[in-house]
């Protein structure tokens, strides 16, 4: 029966995984659709500016502040996006460069800005090592058990 559990427990981490995986890709493809708008929005105020400057014309603030408050939202929600991705824990996002960097990386690959955030995670995980260490010391009793066998075998060959 410990079979069937262990093996239903794995098809289900698969498939969480899996769903991870599926959302991950879906924000990412929301956060490129959402860049390239915003890149759209840059093209439309740097096209206005240059038909103002070849007018010898000036432009004023109110001509980009539909352009510039639509820019503002998207990086918004790319933001929010990038948050989602992180909870997922499928990395974390490069706030110099924009790069994604997997989610123990202490320096970003791309530009080499220092990550902070993964020295905190390692304050909980040290009440956890202990626990490790009472694990790994549950099967010493065994070995003491099974230990005057082997220094009986170990002091005939010392002898």
Same mark, same amino acid.
């Given at each position: 029966?410990?079979?069937?559990?262990?093996?239903?427990?794995?098809?289900?981490?698969?498939?969480?995984?899996?769903?991870?995986?599926?959302?991950?890709?879906?924000?990412?493809?929301?956060? #490129?659709?959402?860049?390239?708008?915003?890149?759209?929005?840059?093209?439309?105020?740097?096209?206005?500016?240059?038909?103002?400057?070849?007018?010898?014309?000036?432009?004023?603030?109110?001509?980009?502040?539909?352009?510039?408050?639509?820019?503002?939202?998207?990086?918004?929600?790319?933001?929010?996006?990038?948050?989602?991705?992180?909870?997922?824990?499928?990395?974390?996002?490069?706030?110099?460069?924009?790069?994604?960097?997997?989610?123990?990386?202490?320096?970003?690959?791309?530009?080499?800005?220092?990550?902070?955030?993964?020295?905190?995670?390692?304050?909980?995980?040290?009440?956890?090592?202990?626990?490790?260490?009472?694990?790994?010391?549950?099967?010493?009793?065994?070995?003491?058990?099974?230990?005057?066998? #082997?220094?009986?075998?170990?002091?005939?060959?010392?002898?």
């Amino acid at each position: 029966m410990s079979f069937f559990d262990k093996f239903k427990a794995g098809v289900t981490e698969a498939g969480n995984k899996a769903m991870n995986v599926v959302e991950v890709n879906r924000l990412k493809l929301q956060n #490129s659709s959402k860049q390239n708008e915003i890149d759209k929005q840059y093209q439309v105020m740097g096209k206005m500016l240059f038909e103002a400057t070849l007018n010898e014309s000036t432009l004023p603030k109110e001509a980009f502040a539909v352009n510039m408050n639509r820019v503002l939202v998207l990086k918004c929600e790319i933001e929010a996006n990038l948050e989602q991705i992180e909870a997922l824990g499928d990395g974390k996002h490069c706030k110099s460069c924009g790069s994604s960097v997997p989610a123990e990386a202490r320096f970003c690959p791309n530009c080499g800005h220092t990550f902070e955030a993964p020295r905190e995670p390692q304050v909980p995980q040290t009440p956890q090592e202990p626990e490790i260490a009472q694990t790994h010391q549950a099967p010493q009793a065994p070995e003491a058990k099974a230990g005057p066998l #082997s220094l009986d075998k170990q002091d005939t060959g010392d002898n």
